[in-house]
């Protein structure tokens, strides 16, 4: 065994990022399927995966973060409460071996969020603890942090810990009227929202589920062009996970966003109707750093 | 032909109600598919079921309202405008001839609604029409009605004549997500909402997509049976669909249901979280009374 070399794996439901890391950071990447993308266990495609990597370094430890360690993946791990940081995350994760590697799963995250109800998720706090590091300045005080996504979550850190989160799952509500509703899935599959069927949108947040069908209408009395009614019902539904969301986290004056960056655009402009600042930050490789400081307490 | 019969059709798109009509009323009924839902045109499906009626009676005029008369239906009729009554919607129909019958297609109608938007219905304006005949209480001054469905539609009277609608989708969102969503889909096809989290979706009503997720996360964490998560979706999307609306028609202290008892129940106890008092009108055969006022002058 080589030392200080060890595997990570970025696991979730829509794919998984394996790499190899030394201490001087990314030495080698594989790309696999999701959790319950594929019909042979995780195990068999950490396996086959890593196998280069096994044969030339003999067994590694590996530490994976997301999806991989719930009820659909390769073991259960539960929840660990907030506040949460490496430390706590760390005692929570689950251990074992597979052919001679030591695996270490790391738990999700659970919270009463700001509503009153229970909250999880999987992978955003390993990612979270990683934008810490690159961000030191996050370290101390109230930050709101956004990861806009399928299941957008909304974590506030305090102290370079989280502190609470809620999750609003806006992508998933577009994707499914994008593909099944009456109101917009005459959409050819390749039109891109558009940037002024957005602003539209944004301008009806206040009225989602009225608004919703005015992406039909305009479509059926206007003439829109359906680039425009995605843009608008894209506009809608961010510009009402914002306002709602922001009523549930208020008295910040800034948002850092960690995400795809088109997307993270759309969220800084409905943030910038309630006069929020906002920032990206680089999510690509949180997760690896994020599993480093929850294993290697580096 | 036999004086004073007709024929009249309620046709939506889940199905057609097809009858014949007589001074009286109705003297025999007939079942058949909706827009869409045949292979067969719609003439064709129109003439084989009222086949006998002819057969006895000869020709008779056909009345009919509903998606029959759009894009996709038998003939498209334009909308006609709001404010609108029987005459002004007899003006906007469309006649033609079909083995000697002569077929009337009631226009749809179409309005910019509270909210700014262009709005249409094709059907419920000609239910509308038949209850005010029912109920001659609404014919003077400003009256509030509301057509829950999977676009229900709420409507402002005045006078006997609709002055203004909006629709809000709310049953089609419900029925995508209990199919298709990661928050609902796991439960059985047979679950019912239950009362019991249909009150506590209701309480969590101005927060809609942020509560949409513990939907989800009350069966993950708190073990909720999936006939409560069903009712708690169901509570939370009525809940935000009257909460909305009523900003839009607000200073009415009563409002008039018409359409499926059980979902009426449902909207009656939405709307006593904002103090108004509903009553249900029977809303059954309420399209055919309807037709009848737009095309008999009666």
């Known amino acids: 065994m080589t030392d200080g070399l060890f595997i990570a794996g970025d696991w979730g439901t829509t794919r998984l990022r394996l790499v190899l890391c030394g201490e001087a950071g990314i030495l080698d ?6 959790i319950g993308q ?9 396996l086959s995966l890593s196998a280069e990597w096994r044969a030339q370094h003999g067994p590694l430890p590996a530490y994976f973060c997301g999806m991989v360690g719930s009820r659909m993946g390769w073991r259960e791990v539960p929840y660990a409460p907030c506040p949460a940081d490496p430390q706590s995350l760390g005692r929570g994760a689950l251990a074992f071996g597979s052919e001679g590697c030591q695996v270490f799963l790391a738990p999700g995250l659970t919270c009463t969020n700001p509503l009153g109800a ?8 390993t990612q979270i603890l990683g934008a810490l590091i ?49 109101l917009a899935r005459g959409a050819p599959e390749d039109a891109v929202p558009s940037a002024a069927g957005f602003a539209q949108g944004l301008a009806r947040r206040q009225r989602l589920l009225p608004s919703l069908f005015e992406t039909r209408t305009r479509q ?63 999510g690509g490789d949180c997760a690896f750093a994020g599993l480093r400081s929850i294993f290697r307490k580096a």
Chains 1, 2 share one sequence.
């Open 29 to 34: 990447r594989r790309a696999g399927p999701g």
């Open 38 to 46: 594929s019909d042979q266990p995780p195990e068999r495609t950490f």
């Open 118 to 125: 229970p909250d999880v998720m999987r992978g955003e706090e």
């Open 134 to 182: 690159a961000h030191p300045e996050l370290a101390k005080g109230r930050h709101l942090l956004i990861l806009p996504g399928t299941h957008s979550k909304w974590v506030e850190l305090r102290d370079g810990t989280i502190h609470s989160f809620m999750t609003v799952p806006t992508g998933e509500i577009f994707a499914l009227l994008r593909a099944h509703s009456t």
């Open 220 to 282: 059926l009395i206007d003439g829109m062009p359906a680039a425009d009614a995605l843009g608008f019902l894209s506009g809608l539904l961010i510009g009402s996970e914002v306002e709602s969301a922001l009523e549930s986290y208020p008295g910040f004056g800034e948002a850092r966003l960690i995400g795809d960056p088109a997307l993270s655009a759309l969220y800084s402009e409905a943030l910038s109707m309630h006069k929020l600042v906002s920032s990206e930050l680089d």
